[in-house]
């Protein structure tokens, strides 16, 4: 029961599930069997990061058991990350929850499902990898999807490479006029602060790439993720 129970809640990331109404001694003899079993890896809740997952995974039998663990391990990263990009790991949210459907409505199979999750991994992983290949830091690049998703039609297409250095050059600027702020102790407590950095928004976004309406949207939204990163 103690196994099972601690199992499910590194699995599931589910506080509530525990032994913690157990007597010392129970708890005592439960965690020395699942040492003695040597099962310590199926009890312990393991991170993306440093290849305890994959340690982890090593000691799951099924694929369905694997990608169980993947998609709550994928999902809590994404849920403590989410504030430091939104556009990134909404996006990787979504085809989590695509992957999920895909299986349940039998459109994929198992080990089908279990290679796509191990590429989500890659994926949250690899967030400084995307920004690199930008151009940018990983700051820069967490204003750079909301503008991408703000474009004017004629320049949003996939092929207008034009859109894309422009989108670049924007977050980079955004990026250089913040710097004086977020070096500003409690900034992020300061409104008056943070009418300004919305204002350099607005004054970076160009009319033929950006409509008034989003632009409005992009000075709402940007100081955000800056408030995750930069704030003191």
């Known amino acids: 029961m103690g196994k099972i129970r601690q199992a499910a809640k590194a699995r599931y990331r589910d506080e509530t599930l525990d032994i913690s109404d157990c007597g010392g001694k129970v708890r005592k003899l439960i965690e020395d069997a699942i040492v003695a079993d040597g099962v310590q890896i199926l009890i312990q809740q393991v991170g993306i990061f440093g290849g305890e997952l994959e340690k982890k995974l090593e000691a799951l039998q099924s694929d369905e058991a694997k ?67 930008q151009g940018l830091s990983e700051t820069a690049f967490a204003t750079y999807g909301p503008l991408k998703g703000a474009l004017v039609s004629e320049v949003a297409e996939p092929e207008a490479a034009y859109g894309d250095e422009r989108v670049r050059e924007v977050a980079k600027a955004i990026e250089h006029d913040f710097d004086p702020y977020v070096g500003l102790v409690d900034w992020t407590k300061k409104g008056d602060v943070q009418r300004e950095m919305r204002r350099q928004i607005k004054r970076r976004l160009p009319d033929e790439l950006f409509s008034k309406a989003g632009q409005n949207r992009i000075a709402a939204s940007l100081v955000d993720p800056y408030r995750v990163r930069k704030g003191r």
């Open 67 to 133: 990608a169980s663990e993947i998609e709550h391990a994928v999902r809590h990263e994404i849920h403590v990350k989410l504030e430091e990009d939104p556009a990134y790991y909404l996006s990787l949210r979504e085809r989590l929850a695509q992957i999920i459907e895909d299986r349940k409505a039998r459109r994929i199979d198992e080990a089908e499902q279990l290679s796509l999750l191990q590429g989500l991994v890659d994926e949250v992983r690899g967030h400084g990898r995307a920004a690199e290949d």
